[in-house]
């Protein structure tokens, strides 16, 4: 059982764990950009970046979606999608306000499809319901060449890592 920290306390991650090496599952989400769909993982021809946030109401995802926001024009021909389980209607004001312009900003809050295919959601704590804070990286035939569950949701991912995963 794939697990993370909330505050130091275990919380237990539900759904299909995905690892490296593992096929990405394709997953549709909702952007929030019009309410469209927006397909994650799988083969695209194209390297993905994977940014999974608890939702971006909170100091460090926001923090976390401004700075991969900042550094995602180094990733020429890498597909940025942020996802939480944020309303799509929350997340475009997030977005507006904040000036996020240079990444794909989606939810999972029709099913939790993409939560439970990649095994990120939260089971058993204060925020059962919603994601941990993960990142995945997946290369042009749909395959996972990083992964980061960050081991302290209140904490901030290895950005750097993060980014060398898709150059």
Known sequence: MATTKFKGVDVELLGNEVNVGDKAPAVTVVNSDGLGDVV????????QLIIVVPSLDTGVCATETRNFNKRASELDGVTTTIVSLDLPFAAGRFCSAEGIDKLTVTSDFRNKDFANAYGVLLGGSVLAGVTCRAIFAVNEEGVVTYKQIVPEITEEPNYDEAIAAVH
């Open 40 to 47: 994650v993982g799988g083969a695209t021809g194209k390297k």
